[in-house]
Structure formats: C-alpha cells, structure tokens
C-alpha cells in the first residue's frame, strides 16, 4: 500500500487524458502534502494508467497524462 493510493485512484477514476492539480489539491486528495518521495512513488501511477507529464515548482502543480 502506498502513501500515494488515494491520489492514484483519484487520477484513474477522473479518466480525463490530461489531469493538472495544485500541491494544494493533491495534499487534499492524499491526505498528506506533496514532499520530495512523491519523485519516487510517482513511478506506482503507470499500473493506473496515467503517469506524470510535468511537475512545476513554479505554479505548484502536476500534469498527469494517461498512457
């Protein structure tokens, strides 16, 4: 089970082909803030079948993008 699970599960069941989210709103559908492991675990989001397409620092979001 990963930290990540709720997060994964949220991305798959939106289905969208391009999914962006804000820190904020990742840490609200997790329940946990993003960190520096999220680099780790977001290797789990393929077996959803989405992965990351950008993750900005600037705008503090993620681009997930279905494979």
């Known amino acids: 089970m990963s930290k990540y699970d709720a997060l994964w599960a949220y991305v798959q069941e939106d289905g ?16 946990i803030p993003i960190d520096h492991s999220f680099l780790k675990y977001k290797k789990e989001l393929t077996d959803y079948g989405y992965q990351v397409e950008k993750i900005s620092m600037k705008e503090q979001t993620v681009i997930f993008k279905r494979t």
């Open 16 to 31: 969208s082909p391009t999914l962006k989210l804000t820190f904020g709103q990742i840490q609200e559908i997790a329940g």
